[in-house]
């Protein structure tokens, strides 16, 4: 399957599509039964490596903690 921009196509929901691609992480993660059952292809490779290069193009866009900030993470 080929990735594209796909602007004609319907917008799903952000926090749906977020969550689904934090449980891959997370089971990727875990589960070596499927972390290594796919074989990816080169449109695979394709598709991180457009990742990649956005991510090195917007390196602006993240968020830093300095190890010296007394700020406290926490999760609700």
Do not use: C, N
């Not at 399957?1 to 319907?10: H, I, K, Q, T, V």
């Not at 968020?63 to 609700?76: A, E, F, N, Q």
């Amino acid at each position: 399957m080929a990735l594209d921009a796909d602007e004609d196509g319907e917008a799903v929901d952000q926090k749906e599509f977020r969550g689904m691609i934090g449980s891959l992480l997370y089971l990727t993660a875990t589960r070596p039964d499927i972390q290594f059952a796919a074989s990816p292809r080169t449109s695979h490779r394709q598709a991180v490596k457009r990742i990649f290069r956005y991510l090195k193009f917007t390196p602006e866009l993240g968020l830093w903690y300095s190890s010296s900030s007394s700020l406290s993470l926490r999760g609700l």
